[in-house]
C-alpha cells in the first residue's frame, strides 16, 4: 500500500488519497484545524509550513518507520517544504521521487523564472531586479514606457504596482518597502487580456489540462475565470508549446503547475508560473468544463493509483466563476437575493473559505451563489486574492462563453450597496 506525506492539504487530497488506497500524513499549519481531515489519516502534524527543516525533522522518524511513496502538496505554502523533504529523507534512487528543490525555486522565484527563461529563449521579456527607487526609475526611462514592478516570491497578486511615468517610481517603492520588501522585480507592461495553461506533469512529461482566461480588475487580481478560455484564439498551440518548453526549462517532474500569459501583439508571453494548483475555483471549473480533478490525479497518479486522461484537454462544456466586487465601504443593504434563481448559500464572511473543497458543495448544480457579505461588513478595496471575500457565482454551461453569461447574469440580479468609510 502506497504512504504519502501532505503538506497542507487545501484541495482534499487526503480524502482522495485514501479513497484510493494510500495511507495518509499531513503536515499543516498549527493554526489551521485538522478536524476535516483527519477522518483521512493516520497522522496529522502541526509544523509551519515555512520551516522545511522542522518538516523534515517530524517526517522522519516516520519515513524509517515506514516509507512514503511521496512527499506531496498543490499549494504555494507546501512546494518548498515538499520538494526539501523529498531531497533529504531519501536519495531517489531509493523510491521517493519528486520536484527538486532547484526546480521548485525556479518558479516560486519570479526573477529565477525569467532568467530561466532568457536562457532558453523563451518569448523573453524586459526586465532587472531593482532594489532602490532610483534604479526602478533607471529601468522604467531605459524601458521607455509603462512597467510592472512587483515582489519576486509574492502571491495572490499582491503589492503589484503599474508606473506609468517615471515620476511615479518613488510612491511605488515606498509602498513595497511598506510591505517588507528590499529588493523587487521590474519589467515591461505586457498589454492584452491574460490567460494561464493549467497543466499536471508526470515524469517530466506535461500534461495540459485547461486553458483558462481571467477577469482582472485594476490591481491585476482575478475577479473571475472563464474555461475554456474565449480568446484563445489560434494561439493555442502556442501557448501550450510555451508552457512545456519553461516547465522543461526549470526541470518540473511532477505535480499541478499555473503558468499565467498574456496575449501581446508580439504573441503570448509568460507572465509567471508556479508548481502547484491555481486558486480562485480553476480546479472546480476543470472538473465541470473538463471533467478532470487535477487535485486527485495529482496525489494518486505520482502514487501509480490511476493514470492522465488520454487526449488531454479533453472536450466538454464550459465554466466560469465570478467573484462579488462590491465598492469599498460599509455594507448598508443587500438586494435581489429572492429573485436568484440558483442554489444559494448565504453566511458570513468569518466562515468564508474554511469549508474544504468549498465549492464542491455546489457540484451537482448547473449554478451556485455564495455570498459572504452581509450588512454591517466592511469591503476592503481588493488590491490582493486574499481580499477577494465577499462571495461568488460559479455556473456551468454549453461552453465557456455560455457559462460567463450565466454567471454575470446571476450576479446583475444581486446588487451590494455600500457606504464609504
Avoid at 527538486?100 to 524586459?126: G, N
Avoid at 482566461?213 to 494561439?235: C, K, Q, W
Avoid at 490582493?384 to 454549453?398: C, D, F, T
Wanted: aromatic share 4%; charged share 25%; net charge negative.
Amino acid at each position: 500500500m502506497p504512504r504519502v506525506a501532505l503538506i497542507a492539504d487545501r484541495h482534499g487530497m487526503a480524502e482522495y488519497a485514501k479513497k484510493a488506497g494510500a495511507d495518509v500524513v499531513v503536515v499543516h499549519e498549527p493554526a489551521d484545524p485538522a478536524d476535516q481531515i483527519a477522518g483521512f489519516c493516520q497522522q496529522t502534524i502541526a509544523r509551519p509550513l515555512d520551516d522545511p527543516s522542522g518538516i523534515v525533522a517530524a517526517l522522519r522518524p516516520l519515513h524509517e518507520q515506514q516509507p512514503f511513496s511521496r512527499v506531496l502538496t498543490t499549494n504555494e505554502e507546501g512546494v518548498l517544504a515538499a520538494a526539501v523533504a523529498t531531497a533529504e529523507l531519501a536519495p531517489a534512487e531509493l523510491g521517493l521521487q519528486g520536484n527538486s528543490v532547484e526546480s521548485v525555486l525556479a518558479l516560486k522565484d519570479k526573477s529565477l523564472t525569467r532568467q530561466a527563461m532568457e536562457r532558453h529563449d523563451i518569448a523573453p521579456v524586459r526586465h532587472r531586479v531593482v532594489s532602490s527607487a532610483a534604479e526602478l526609475e533607471d529601468f522604467h526611462r531605459e524601458i521607455g514606457d509603462h512597467i510592472i514592478v512587483k515582489p519576486m516570491d509574492s502571491m495572490a497578486s499582491a503589492n503589484v504596482h503599474l508606473i506609468a511615468e517615471p515620476d511615479g517610481t518613488g510612491d511605488a517603492w515606498r509602498q513595497l518597502v511598506a510591505a517588507g520588501y528590499r529588493t523587487a522585480l521590474a519589467e515591461e507592461y505586457l498589454r492584452g487580456p491574460e490567460v494561464s495553461v493549467e497543466t499536471l506533469s508526470v515524469r517530466g512529461e506535461h500534461h495540459v489540462v485547461s486553458i483558462n482566461e481571467h477577469l482582472l480588475n485594476d490591481y491585476f487580481v482575478a475577479v473571475g475565470h472563464t474555461m475554456p478560455s474565449r480568446i484563445t484564439g489560434d494561439h493555442f498551440a502556442e501557448l501550450c508549446s510555451l508552457t512545456r518548453r519553461l516547465l522543461d526549462a526549470v526541470g518540473l517532474f511532477e505535480g499541478p503547475s499555473h503558468t499565467e500569459f498574456i496575449l501581446t501583439e508580439r504573441g503570448p508571453r509568460i507572465v509567471e508560473s508556479q508548481s502547484r494548483m491555481a486558486g480562485a475555483g480553476v480546479g472546480e471549473l476543470e472538473r465541470r468544463s473538463h471533467g478532470v480533478n487535477r487535485a486527485r490525479l495529482a496525489v494518486t497518479v505520482p502514487l501509480g493509483l490511476e493514470q492522465v486522461p488520454a487526449g488531454l484537454p479533453l472536450d466538454g462544456g464550459g465554466a466560469a466563476i465570478r467573484f462579488f466586487v462590491p465598492r469599498p465601504g460599509e455594507v448598508t443593504a443587500i438586494r435581489g437575493l429572492d429573485a436568484v434563481d440558483a442554489t444559494l448559500t448565504h453566511t458570513g464572511i468569518d466562515t468564508y473559505g474554511r469549508t474544504m473543497n468549498e465549492l464542491l458543495d455546489f457540484a451537482g448544480v448547473e449554478v451556485g451563489v455564495r455570498l459572504a457579505a452581509q450588512v454591517g461588513d466592511v469591503v476592503p478595496e481588493i488590491q490582493s486574492g486574499l481580499e477577494r471575500r465577499m462571495g461568488y457565482v460559479v455556473a456551468s454551461g454549453r461552453d465557456g462563453a455560455d457559462a460567463a453569461l450565466r454567471a454575470e447574469s446571476v450576479m446583475n440580479r444581486i446588487e451590494i450597496e455600500t457606504r464609504p468609510i
